[in-house]
């Protein structure tokens, strides 16, 4: 597998000169070789190309849309090695996390090549005709669902595997028979450039029309704006933050022709930590707690950023082990030195905000792109009274809100803004609290667990990777599991139809 | 049943002095009595209970969601002759139309009362823990759907009962369990009102919280963006004109908390008059056109604004016997004042276009509410230089294109925006053609009918009432059909629940 820098436009590589390196976040070193940045033009033709590719879609048969998700994911398996490693030095994830992160993500093309052999996406609907009917008969009606049109699929910086170029976006997308235009990551342009590589084999192989995928990179957001911007772009898939996400929904939203956006943002996946839960076992609880908060050096989406429950001794015994396990830990190495900026400048203003106190926080000197966990401590009125104090804080981060009353800690749950998940640590004698809590979090989280922790998301059918805004764009829909293909499919009637014209799967 | 021009603020009348009244297009005379225009004061009230009720609702049994949809079809049913009656003077629409449009509007709430009660809408879906696989056990996930919150639903003076206050979208959305804040039509007050009683007789027999319905009116569009702006509104349903849909989606996109605003704006609905369908029977192609353009003198969104077909002697039938039908019926009375002047300007528009020609008026003098219904033709060129030309104009006007070549049909194909519906009048031999065109008009329309009109929308599980933009703002949805209901639900996951804590659907 070649690694060239160059943006993948069709069947064409694209080099310019004056591009940009990748960057090595351990090493706090410049990679070889300099990307090409993607110029408006570039933009254009690939948007024009999944246009075109759209209309030659339609007539590709349903088993060979399967294949070619199956074949990405073996050109991807065949790539593994090359990837990992060229991924570890981008983002400074572990070979172990990153190979893990392969399997997630030929896991979801192999569920949507499933989810596309079956039809069941589709939906087909049928009304018979109703000759007879009085006062005027019915005509037949068909329906079934069909791709939106081409989509742009934005990567994210903290899966590059699995939220990136082959990731769930784009597996969902490609299975609703939609092109995909891919924008690179800057944090890992060599990344996306290999796992761009693997789908054009596929394409290839496959016989896909040319423009089912691009691949395009630069620095600049000017990129990410032309993209979404561009008249053949008919959906946006994003993951990122809540400043990006709401920037490309306006741009979606401002169109002559708005367009939806899918925006996954920003959460601080509240923990509600109950009463009899920490009764029996608040030390365990506050050392689980720091495991969760510091894998991948907190840089997951439903990282656990804030934490709930009454003040006392047990909230004292939770603290003082989640204190000791996080002081036990090392500083981690961040996915690019501007996340690890922002991170501790996030930081720095918690511990300037009075009434928030610091409990603990993991060793190291935290400087460039270096991160040291960090644990916060502060009262109900105090969170209540600091808006800010609900920004989430990516990174190794989370504030703990001791409440006096179970009316509190229900009062602290009326402010919450939308959430990807809220987690309930409770036992059978918490119930009655639970119950109490849960009418407020089902309005505001996209997933709800019991005695679990948010980070760890199960790709399946179940799956909510949503929630309402701020969470997302739009809580109603899911950007992880097999509903995420809903966001890039839209509704057609076919009425009184010869069968001759109707499409293949909704024939008797 | 008693109209006293209150707005029906939970369950309270609430009467300003210095408020509207409805105007009577036929005799083009004021009615009584004098209607209240919401404050924001109001606005805010309705907004305040519809969020508290929502809360509530979640507690509300299935059966009792399904049950209060029934019997709101039971009180429009004993209320139907007084219905009935005001609403022939607020819009002029016959007896005949409001008495079946009454029946679809009963039929619709019982179709969602079904829904409902069969659990379908909630889509629950079930994946069982692995607590033996390998790296690590999968926990049980459950998801079903949620209302998303309170939905503004705003009137469409085209449909005073079937897309007004009791209409599809306040259908669909208290089946969705989500309470609803109405914005009367200004054109259909005293409609709205009684209307309204009937919703708000059910809620209070059937024991639903106060806040689930709520009706503000007024004339000013502020009323309106009010309701969108309102941060305990979480959803928008709309059915109007172009650009009082983009408005409230511009309003929804631009909240602090963005919120989805589905709009059902304008469609031209193209008619492709094929060659050999045209060959069999164009004259009467002709005169059964004219039936659908003219019928409830054109207003309708589904009304056929465009039809396109080949130039000759067969086209030429076709629009004589279109242009004697036409000339054969009388002008109509408009819904409003305001309609017949913007009706009015558009036809002056189209007559004074370069290059495009007048075919055919109906009698009379088309003044003040009453608008003539026109027919005219121009050429593909004249067409594709006049973006104007493919405006809707709300009304019983129509323009016919004539191609040269099946090469021109196609390429007009390609210029359309997104519409409703698309007709294709084909036979047998037509099919080449027909397949053609079909990859097109799939992308740019919602439901594709053969050999019909239209006007005329089934409700039902296969229709799709929507499309992409400018046709609705969101074409992955449909405000037509048991689908409808979509719009006002979103998924929330369950991980790891105990029975006694899950939903009651959702449990075993």
Redo the contacts between chains.
Sequence with gaps: MHMTGDCLIGWQDIHHEGGFRAFDPTRCAELEPSFSSATMEDVDRACHLAAEA??SC??VPREQRAVFLEMIATALEDATETIVQRAMQETALPQGRLTGEMGRTTGQLRMFAAIVRSGEATDP???KALPDRKP?P??E???HK?G??PVAVFCASNFPLAFSVAGGDTASALAAGCPVVCRAHPAHPGTAELVGRCIRKAALQCGMPEGIFSLVGGEAHEVGAWLAEHSAI?SVAFTGSCQGG?AL??IG??RP????VFAEMGSINPVFLMPEAMKKGAAQLGEAFVTSLTAGVGQFCTNPGLLVGLDGVDMDIFAKAAASALAAQNEGVMLTRGMADSYRGKVKRLMATDGVDLVALSSGNGETTRARGAFFRTTLSVFLQNRHLQDEVFGPCSLLVTCSSAEDILSLSRHL??QLTVTFHME?ED?AL??RL???I??K????????WPT?V?V?????H?G???AT????F?SVGG?AI?RF??????????A??LPDDIRD
């Excluded at 989280?445 to 679990?452: E, T």
């Design positions: 759209f209309v339609r007539l609907k049928w009304d005027m019915r005509p009606l068909r329906q069909v939106v049109g008919q709401t929904a306006a939203a401002q022709d708005p367009i939806p803004e939308g059978a119930m639970a119950q849960l009418p407020t089902e309005r989280a996209g997933r709800i667990l019991v005695n679990g760890g199960e399946c059918a179940a799956m909510v949503g309402p805004f701020p764009t739009d809580g109603r899911t509903d809903d499919l839209r509704p057609v009637c076919y009425q009184n139809f010869p001759e014209l």
